[in-house]
Nanobody, 126 residues
Framework: QVQLVESGGGSVQAGGSLRLSCAASGTTSNTYCMGWFRQAPGKEREGVAVIYIAPGSTYYANSVKGRFTISHDNAKNTLYLQMNSLKPEDTAMYYC???????????????????RGQGTQVTVSS
């Protein structure tokens, strides 16, 4: 079992930055991939970024590419999402997720991975 706790959300103006953190606890040694997804009111869940833990390879949704950076600190068992040049359309609840099943971690799968946190709200005003 893996427990995930997000933090770092808040309210910023367009063009600003935020860094989200996701602290993982429990049996984390077998984690294959982790990611961030978001959900805005009335919209479907959207995968935002993925990192494969062992090779460190990263992938991003087109909507955030070049603005967001996902990273993972193995020593701290913490996942990060650095968000720059934020736009009002980035407003959503952001969740982190983790997988140990080795089934896959495509962008569309991120919102449905084995383990998910409770989320942290990001609000971007124009």
């Amino acid at each position: 079992q893996v427990q995930l706790v997000e933090s770092g959300g808040g309210s910023v103006q367009a063009g600003g930055s935020l860094r989200l953190s996701c602290a993982a606890s429990g049996t984390t040694s077998n984690t294959y991939c982790m990611g961030w997804f978001r959900q805005a009111p009335g919209k479907e869940r959207e995968g935002v970024a993925v990192i494969y833990i062992a090779p460190g390879s990263t992938y991003y949704a087109n909507s955030v590419k070049g603005r967001f950076t996902i990273s993972h600190d193995n020593a701290k068992n913490t996942l990060y999402l650095q968000m720059n040049s934020l736009k009002p359309e980035d407003t959503a609840m952001y969740y982190c997720a983790a997988d140990q099943s080795y089934i896959g971690c495509g962008m569309g799968q991120v919102p449905y991975l084995q383990y998910r946190g409770q989320g942290t709200q990001v609000t971007v005003s124009s």
